[in-house]
Each structure stands twice: as structure tokens, then as C-alpha cells.
């Protein structure tokens, strides 16, 4: 629901520093750290933030208002950013980037020293839940509660450590191995008990979200692992009053689909079988290589097309569709990740055809606006007063939390209508509908 368009959302101004903090300081965010370190030093580009680089239409279009994003809402300024994080595995987002391989030297010298400053913390670590890693600096506490109490201190000593007016956790760790909620998931205080027990049900991302929750932190969850949609992790975003959104980044082949799916609705050709294949070579791939780490993936890839497509609504057209997704670990291609897509169609009088992709896709180089835009944003909803699931940042993820009954919407278009005009509302605008006379 719109509120009154005569009174827009009251926004807290972005003075200060944000401090952006990513439980995993690999692939990901050490691409994400250097692309706005560039930025700043010599105007490189932003190029797939949506937040930096798209305009958003106000008003008609005889209007000919058309600001950037960033100059219509109050974000927060890409000079105003620090950095920090928890990794098992690196000591610094400068030995985490070349370890990684996803930039060249050429790109990483002049900000070197930059990067090497973003130093590490400790990590919350459980070799359970992602057999193919050994974590070596991991924090030294075996019991959860004691981990949760760490991870608290760490952020408030990065707060004042770094002088930072506001704080925003996204998570860029690794996907975590498949579970279902259980008893201990149901309520705040069940999990808390749950902490303090040991409970094995409890993983380290959910230890992560409980922590930042409690520090009155924003989080967003970039991976499958089942944390920010907990029933007791909403019911304490309510009750701290902090935006939480999740889950799992939307990058290559997930893209595609929410892409490609949608037109083929639009246009009611049907749609038979779906098979996705990827190879890549990264620790996102190490990772889930193990079984029980793929099937969480899996559940998250799976999902899309059943929700775009509305099986239950067009039967004839999608009511028997083979959707299958395969994940292979090929060291040699590194972060470049290669998704294949088998796609077979049919049309007038049921007469079959092939759809076939390739995309030789850099998984960092996709993630990484992704985060910058998940940082903002959910920066924006704090200081706009928003609390809870953030369902209209489902632009960003491969499978959305719905802040309600219903499922979110899985349709990358209608996504993006529904983020720019929560945007619009905020800002006291009225909706676009793109109707003949707007």
C-alpha cells in the first residue's frame, strides 16, 4: 500500500560514516571494497549499481524529470564508506582480492594500501556447516552465546574504532550447508536459550544476524543459508525496529532466468523443461561442491521459475516443467563462472523449440554492485524509520523474503516498478504506472 503522496517518509540526513561490514571478506567483498575504493581515488565507474548509475522517472512524462537515483534519495555519499569484515580464511581484503583472482594487479596496486587496511576479524567459524573449508582464524569460543557476545564487542569496537554514525552488515560468506527450521528457530527467546545451549541447530550466519540485530544493525543476507527468514529473526528486526532482506544474491544464471522467464509469460508460450548447468573454480564452488551446501543452492535456484510462472494459474502452459540445476567444481576457470542453459519451449498448436545460453559470467563482478546497493538501500530504509523485511529490495536476490503471507514476487520487472516506487512514495512522489495518459 502507497501512503498519501502529500506526505513523504521522514528520512534521517546520511551525515557521517557508514561502516559496511561483511561476514566473508573473499571474492565478493574484497571486489566490492576495491570497485568503490576506484571510485573514489579516480571516478571509475560503478557500472552495475543501480543505485549509482539509473535514473528514475518522476511524474509524466511530458515532466522531463529524470534525476540519477542517487541525487533524488538521500544516500549515503560512496566517500562516506568503511570498510570491515570476518573471514576464516584472510587476513586483509588485499591478500583475500590476488588469492582470488578476480582482479588484475593493474587494478589493485594503486589502492593497495587501502585494502591491506581493511584487516580481517576473527571469525564465527563452524567447519560443520562448510566441510570443503579449514578455518584458521576463527574465534577461539566454543559456546554460541559466547560467539554472539564476540561478534557484539567487534561491532561496536569497529563503531567507535572508525568513528561511524551508522553500520550496515551484508552477508558475503560462504553457502552454508542445507537445513530446515526447527524448534529452536521459533522465537527470540528459544534461540537465545538455544545459543546458550549449543544448540546444533544454530549456524554460524544465524549466530551473525542475531548479533547485528541486537546491535541495532541492518542486515542483508547475499547467500542461501537459511538466517534472516527465521520466524524468530523477524520477530527481532520488529521488535529492535532494524531492516533485515534476504536471501542470496542474484547474479548469473538466476538473472538469466528472471530475464528470459518472464517474457515467455508475457507472450504465453509455453514452457516444457528448464536444465542449468555452471562450472566455476572459486571457493563459492569449493563450497558447494559438498552435497548438503549444493542442496541449499539448489532449493534457492528452484524456486524461481515456479513463482514467475504461476504453474497453478496456466497449467496447459507450465504445469509440467522438468527444472533441473547442476553446480560442478572446475578449479581451472576460477571466479569466471560458465552457466549453460538448456530451455525448451512451445508455441501455436504445441510445435516445440530450443532456447540455448551461455553465459561466461564473472560471479564477483556481478556480486559486488549488488552489495553496494544492498548497503544503501537498507542504509536508507533505517534512516527512513523501516523495520523488518525489506521485500522491495527483491530486485537484488535469487529467492526473496516476503515480508508477508504471500510469496514475493520473483519477476525481475516487476521488481524493479516495485523498488523505484517505494523510492517515489518515500520521497512524497506518486507511483508510475507507465498507463497511455502517464
Not at 557484539?152 to 551508522?166: K, L
Not at 548479533?211 to 529492535?240: E, H, I, K, W, Y
Not at 514476487?409 to 523498488?419: A, N, P, S, V
Amino acid at each position: 500500500m502507497f501512503l498519501n503522496m502529500a506526505e513523504p517518509v521522514q528520512i534521517a540526513p546520511a551525515t557521517g560514516k557508514l561502516g559496511v561490514l561483511t561476514p566473508g571478506l573473499g571474492a565478493v567483498a574484497s571486489t566490492f571494497i576495491a570497485g568503490v575504493l576506484r571510485a573514489r581515488q579516480d571516478g571509475t565507474p560503478p557500472l552495475g549499481s543501480v543505485s549509482q548509475m539509473a535514473h528514475i522517472r518522476l511524474g509524466r512524462r511530458e515532466d522531463g524529470r529524470n534525476p540519477l537515483i542517487r541525487d533524488f534519495v538521500p544516500l549515503a555519499s560512496l566517500d562516506d564508506l568503511v570498510f570491515g569484515g570476518w573471514d576464516p580464511i584472510s587476513p586483509n581484503a588485499l591478500e583475500a582480492a590476488r588469492t582470488c583472482g578476480v582482479l588484475d594487479e593493474r587494478d589493485l596496486v594503486s589502492i593497495s594500501s587501502q585494502l591491506e587496511g581493511v584487516v580481517a576479524m576473527d571469525a564465527v567459524f563452524d567447519q560443520r556447516w562448510v566441510s570443503r573449508l579449514d578455518g584458521q582464524r576463527v574465534k577461539n569460543l566454543t559456546n554460541k552465546w559466547d560467539q554472539a557476545m564476540a561478534l557484539m564487542e567487534d561491532i561496536e569496537r569497529f563503531r567507535v574504532e572508525n568513528d561511524c554514525d551508522r553500520l550496515v552488515i551484508v552477508w558475503c560468506g560462504s553457502t552454508e550447508a542445507f537445513q530446515e527450521a526447527s524448534a529452536v528457530h521459533e522465537t527470540v527467546e528459544a534461540f537465545e536459550q538455544g545459543l546458550k545451549d549449543n544448540d546444533d541447530n544454530i549456524s554460524p550466519s544465524q549466530i551473525y544476524v542475531y548479533a547485528a540485530l541486537q546491535s541495532g544493525v541492518p542486515f542483508a543476507n547475499g547467500a542461501p543459508n537459511l538466517s534472516t527468514d527465521l520466524p524468530c529473526m523477524v520477530q527481532l528486526a520488529q521488535q529492535r525496529g532494524v531492516p533485515i532482506v534476504g536471501k542470496d544474491f542474484k547474479t548469473g544464471q538466476t538473472l538469466m532466468k528472471t530475464l528470459i522467464a518472464p517474457g515467455l509469460k508475457a507472450r504465453m508460450l509455453g514452457l516444457r523443461g528448464w536444465y542449468s548447468t555452471n562450472i566455476l573454480g572459486n571457493r563459492d564452488g569449493e563450497v558447494l561442491d559438498a552435497p548438503e551446501n549444493f542442496k541449499t543452492k539448489e532449493e534457492s535456484k528452484l524456486g524461481v521459475l515456479h513463482t514467475i510462472l504461476q504453474p497453478e494459474v496456466y497449467p496447459t502452459l507450465y504445469g509440467n516443467i522438468d527444472h533441473v540445476v547442476r553446480i560442478n567444481y572446475y578449479p581451472p576457470r576460477g571466479d569466471n563462472k560458465e552457466g549453460w542453459d538448456a530451455i525448451d519451449i512451445f508455441g501455436w498448436m504445441g510445435y516445440p523449440m530450443q532456447i540455448k545460453i551461455d553465459f561466461l559470467c564473472r560471479d564477483s563482478i556481478l556480486a559486488a554492485p549488488i552489495v553496494l546497493d544492498l548497503a544503501l538501500f537498507m542504509d536508507l530504509a533505517a534512516r527512513a524509520g523501516q523495520s523488518g523485511v525489506q521485500e522491495w529490495l527483491s530486485f537484488y536476490l535469487k529467492a526473496p523474503q516476503a515480508a508477508g503471507e504471500h510469496p514475493a514476487e520473483q519477476d525481475l520487472f516487476i521488481q524493479q516498478t516495485k523498488m523505484k516506487n517505494t523510492l517515489r512514495q518515500w520521497m512524497g512522489e506518486e507511483p508510475v504506472t507507465h498507463s497511455e495518459a502517464g
